[in-house]
């Protein structure tokens, strides 16, 4: 049996699509349901549904066999598990944005995120030192009460920072969900999994 930690929010539809594509028979209630373990006997499958950024936790562990995850999540912490495909799904990236013409301070900029490795090895990267506000959601609100003079975070549709008067100014990288597997799992389990992979390579959109 696998089991696979589905993320909650707004990959879960997606995520559970793509199953349902690559021809997994998954109860009716799963969408709509409160419960956060679900087996499915006839598919010899057991899902548990966790946060999406604990995914990875629960995988890390080997409580979960696999489990889908974004590529934001995985590039902000390095974890041991391995990332089997890319699911292709939830596309967004992660971009550093701000006010228009707000200038960067010479001395001390911050920058708030949900992000703060990704931000901090970004600005690294470009030599600059930056004081990093960790936050737990409503980035974009920061900048406009004065927090922070830069975020990073993800942008999508662009909506967000369009109605809070920022922009953006960076790219930092391309974000979709990730297929990822315990390393353990993926030795004992190998055969179940290639053709979990097979299945789902089949139906990854384009
Ligand atoms: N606006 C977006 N559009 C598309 N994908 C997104 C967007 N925001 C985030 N994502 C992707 O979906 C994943 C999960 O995001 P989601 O907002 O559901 O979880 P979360 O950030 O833990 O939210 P919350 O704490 O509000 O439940 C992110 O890790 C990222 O890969
Ligand atoms: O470009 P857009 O399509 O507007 O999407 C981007 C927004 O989506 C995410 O927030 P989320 O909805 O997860 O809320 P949060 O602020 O609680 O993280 C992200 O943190 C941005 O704020």
């Given at each position: 049996?696998?089991?696979i930690?589905m993320?909650?929010?707004?990959?879960f539809?997606?995520a559970l699509e793509l199953l349902q594509k690559a021809g997994y028979t998954l109860p009716a209630e799963f969408a709509?349901s409160?419960?956060?373990?679900m087996e499915v006997?006839e598919e010899?499958m057991r899902f548990?549904?966790?946060?999406?950024?604990?995914?990875?936790?629960?995988?890390?562990?080997?409580?979960?066999?696999?489990?889908?995850?974004?590529?934001?999540?995985?590039?902000?912490?390095?974890?041991?598990?391995?990332?089997?495909?890319?699911?292709?799904?939830?596309?967004?990236?992660?971009?550093?944005?701000?006010?228009?013409?707000?200038?960067?301070?010479?001395?001390?900029?911050?920058?708030?995120?949900?992000?703060?490795?990704?931000?901090?090895?970004?600005?690294?990267?470009?030599?600059?030192?930056?004081?990093?506000?960790?936050?737990?959601?409503?980035?974009?609100?920061?900048?406009?009460?004065?927090?922070?003079?830069?975020?990073?975070?993800?942008?999508?549709?662009?909506?967000?920072?369009?109605?809070?008067?920022?922009?953006?100014?960076?790219?930092?990288?391309?974000?979709?969900?990730?297929?990822?597997?315990?390393?353990?799992?993926?030795?004992?389990?190998?055969?179940?999994?290639?053709?979990?992979?097979?299945?789902?390579?089949?139906?990854?959109?384009?």
């Amino acid at each position: 049996m696998l089991t696979i930690a589905m993320p909650k929010g707004r990959i879960f539809a997606e995520a559970l699509e793509l199953l349902q594509k690559a021809g997994y028979t998954l109860p009716a209630e799963f969408a709509e349901s409160r419960k956060l373990m679900m087996e499915v006997p006839e598919e010899n499958m057991r899902f548990i549904l966790a946060k999406p950024m604990d995914v990875v936790t629960y995988v890390e562990h080997g409580v979960a066999d696999l489990g889908i995850a974004g590529k934001d999540v995985m590039m902000e912490e390095e974890r041991d598990v391995y990332e089997l495909l890319d699911l292709k799904i939830s596309k967004c990236h992660l971009a550093v944005a701000g006010l228009p013409n707000g200038r960067m301070p010479q001395i001390a900029p911050r920058v708030a995120t949900k992000y703060p490795n990704i931000a901090s090895s970004y600005f690294r990267e470009q030599g600059e030192q930056v004081e990093i506000i960790r936050l737990n959601g409503s980035i974009e609100l920061a900048p406009l009460i004065g927090l922070a003079d830069r975020i990073v975070d993800i942008v999508s549709t662009g909506r967000t920072l369009k109605e809070n008067g920022l922009v953006e100014l960076e790219k930092i990288a391309d974000v979709t969900s990730r297929l990822i597997v315990n390393p353990v799992s993926y030795r004992i389990k190998d055969e179940e999994v290639d053709v979990l992979v097979c299945r789902l390579s089949e139906v990854i959109p384009q």
